[in-house]
């Protein structure tokens, strides 16, 4: 029992640490877009052509954030290789979790600070037409990258293969089922994680105003 117990933890460490290595990475690529968009749109600077160079980097790696849903296939080799369903629902399945949901609210955020940019240009009429066009993008952009293998930095690399393999794959019916599946998903998560995090911010917001006036009325008094 001890000796299966044994090689049990140390097949678990052997899948955490391949994952290890691609859940950071694709985190880190998840994160890029999420720090674009505070200094893109949370900062109030011209639209410079260093503006507009940044804005181009984050829509070309703003993909990569929901990417992070498709991960969810390595789920499957991971349990056949553990199998322990008590390893499995204790360590693996809510890793994969906190992983994807990590990227997804990097995403959700990134896409909040594009909204805010736009009210506080008077373009608020714009906000949900703008996130129809991202989310139709980083659908396009995920099939790109999980069936097609493209990179973000492949549109400075190799430009020429985006725009002839990459747009011929699109023509097909199967991929504009699998971008049109992938564009409902993303317009479903959005939507719920979007009012769950506002509505995280309004009560951060409102503690925050309730404290001071507490303080002034304890010295008031």
């Known amino acids: 029992m001890k000796e299966e117990f044994i ?63 498709t991960d969810i296939i390595h789920l499957i080799d991971d349990i056949r290789a553990i199998q322990s369903v008590w390893m499995i629902t204790l360590i693996l399945i809510p890793l994969y979790l906190v992983v994807i949901l990590a990227g997804l609210e990097a995403y959700v955020i990134s896409l909040i600070n594009l909204g805010h940019y736009l009210h506080r240009i008077g373009k608020s009429q714009w906000i949900l037409g703008v996130e ?15 069936f097609l293998r493209f990179n973000s930095w492949d549109f400075i690399t190799q430009p020429d293969a985006l725009l002839t393999k990459g747009v011929e794959e699109l023509l097909g019916k199967q991929p504009l089922v699998i971008i049109a599946i992938t564009f409902t998903i993303l317009l479903g998560l959005h939507w719920i994680m979007k009012r769950v995090t506002l509505g ?22």
């Open 200 to 221: 995280f911010v309004t009560q951060l917001h409102k503690r925050i105003a309730i404290k001071p006036q507490r303080t002034n009325n304890s010295n008031a008094g």
């Open 7 to 69: 090689e049990l933890i140390a097949r678990v460490l052997q899948v955490l640490s391949i994952n290890k290595s691609w859940m950071t990475w694709n985190l880190f690529l998840a994160f890029i877009p999420l720090a674009l968009s505070v200094w893109l749109f949370r900062t109030k600077r011209g639209r410079s052509w260093v503006w507009w160079l940044g804005f181009l980097v984050f829509y070309a790696f703003l993909p990569n954030a929901p990417y992070l849903l």
């Open 132 to 146: 129809l066009i991202t989310h139709t993008l980083c659908a396009i952009g995920i099939y790109w990258g999980r």
